[in-house]
């Protein structure tokens, strides 16, 4: 009897090597044991390198065969919404059941989400499905696009959608926020994002001065007109979705409630009485 037990088998590892590393997770096999079952299998015995789980009770048949088809423990990457490259490449190296190095990294090219693999699997092949999986998701998007879209081609969607990534949380709001950034490109106003501002000094939005936001940066969007040069962060599905059927509306203007949501305002005089609000939420806390 032996409960549940990880087993790391290496690549060059000899049957008397596997059986001495079984003896130290307390699985007494004898060698003659091991030769002689090895014999009962349809095809000749060959282990695949790799991580596994040998169950409690396991008959030596059923381990060996564990090893031979290669039933080995799956593990789990997941890229969270609104990350940045900096955040992936901290995420990739810290990985220990990844391999490779990893190539420099493009903001916005990845599709958040939870994949699968197996010990040793290549950080490039990674990459490339997520990288793949992002441009199936955008591809939908701009197929549905209206006729009279402002944004000229997929990369400008990214963009924006990975700015509408990092202000809104709740897709109801992503819709809102996205109408407003339409709105303000159809009027040539600037965006006015904290977030892409923040980006670009890699500093965190509530520390943004007024001598920031008057600064010629290119991620100043106080300052420029139009969208900044790159995706700030990499979007998901409710934030690209927000930019399938642009919702319509005459807001111009949002601000945060306090609450994990926003207000938003067709005019600057109703927008600074929602500031208004915001600064009072805040001084609740």
């Known amino acids: 009897m032996f409960e549940d037990s990880y087993f790391f088998l290496k690549k060059n ?30 095809d000749k015995l060959l282990l695949k390198a790799g991580e596994y789980l ?20 799956t593990r789990r990457f997941t890229l969270i919404e609104g990350s940045s490259s900096i955040n992936l490449r901290m995420k990739l190296l810290s990985n220990k059941y990844l391999s490779g190095e990893i190539p420099t990294l493009m903001e916005g090219i990845y599709k958040p989400d939870t994949y699968h693999f197996k010990y040793g699997y290549s950080r490039v092949k990674l990459l490339n499905r997520m990288e793949k999986a992002q441009n199936i998701s ?4 701009w197929k549905n696009k209206p006729k009279d879209f402002i944004l000229r081609n997929k ?3 990214l963009i924006l959608a990975s ?13 809102l926020v996205a109408s407003v950034f339409i709105n303000r490109l159809r009027k040539k106003m600037k965006l006015q994002s904290d977030v892409t501002l923040a980006f670009g000094l890699n500093i965190n939005g509530k520390y943004i001065t007024k ?15 139009g969208l900044p040069p790159t995706p700030i962060s990499y979007p998901g599905k409710n934030a690209l979705n927000a930019l399938k059927n642009v919702k319509n509306t005459n807001y111009f203007y949002f601000v945060a409630d306090g609450k994990g949501r926003h207000r938003f305002s067709e005019t600057y005089d109703l927008h600074k009485q929602n500031i208004n609000l915001w600064k009072k939420s805040k001084m609740k806390d």
């Open 54 to 73: 040998i169950p409690k009770d396991f008959s030596l048949f059923e381990i060996q065969n564990m090893f031979q088809t290669g039933k080995t423990i």
């Open 211 to 225: 001598k920031m936001l008057k600064s010629s940066h290119p991620f100043n969007t106080y300052f420029h007109t």
């Open 138 to 141: 955008i591809n939908k998007v």
């Open 155 to 157: 990369r400008e969607l």
């Open 13 to 42: 590892d000899n049957q008397k090597v596997i059986l001495k590393k079984l003896r130290a997770k307390n699985i007494h096999i004898q060698y003659f044991d091991w030769k002689m079952i090895s014999f009962s299998h349809q």
């Open 163 to 175: 700015i509408i990534q990092r202000e809104a949380k709740s897709f109801e709001d992503s819709k």
